[in-house]
């Protein structure tokens, strides 16, 4: 079930905060992590926490973009609570990332390419919006998810055979 918001619609700062997060996937895939990048960002617009993949770097299976980069916000704010926060990252979370950004709170997420193998966030799982759970957070995917996608087949393209 993927989002209904037509991302042409968004606002122009996503872009810009996405091609932050694309810089960001892009330094992982030089360190040979899958490229993923994403950036925190408070209620007032200021990038408040970043991260990329390091699950190669640092031998940690928990080492997602969007892990890290809540960690980092969590540490400048000196609160595990970021309500008013936006996540934006370059890939749809995963069912891990997933519960990550609902326990912080995090308001919205946006994302760049879809996830059509692991996505929870409306591709194969919905964790984000589920009714069920005692938070949820807005959704809007797809934001430049022509160059987010572009990174990842060329990183799995050179990988394998």
Same mark, same amino acid.
């Given at each position: 079930m993927r989002c209904t918001r037509n991302v042409l619609h968004t606002p122009a700062i996503f872009d810009a905060w996405m091609s932050r997060a694309l810089v960001l996937?892009? $330094?992982?895939?030089?360190?040979? /992590? !899958?490229? !993923? &990048?994403a950036v925190v960002v408070d209620a007032a617009g200021r990038i408040i926490g970043e991260g990329r993949n390091l699950r190669e770097l640092t031998h940690d299976p928990t080492a997602h973009a969007e892990v890290v980069a809540l960690r980092a916000a969590a540490a400048e704010q000196g609160d595990w609570n970021l309500a008013g926060c936006t996540l934006v990252v370059t890939l749809e979370p995963c069912v891990m990332c997933a519960g990550a950004i609902l326990q912080s709170r995090v308001s919205r997420v946006v994302f760049g390419a879809w996830d059509e193998k692991a996505g929870a966030a &409306? $591709?194969?799982? /919905? @964790? @984000?919006?589920?009714?069920? @759970?005692? $938070?949820?957070?807005? !959704?809007?995917? &797809? !934001?430049?998810?022509?160059?987010?996608?572009?990174?990842l087949q060329a990183f799995f393209t050179e990988r394998r055979p």
């Open positions: 996937a892009e $330094s992982a895939a030089r360190e040979g /992590d !899958v490229p !993923v &990048g &409306g $591709s194969v799982h /919905d @964790l @984000l919006r589920d009714r069920r @759970l005692p $938070s949820r957070a807005e !959704v809007i995917g &797809g !934001v430049r998810e022509d160059d987010a996608r572009a990174l």
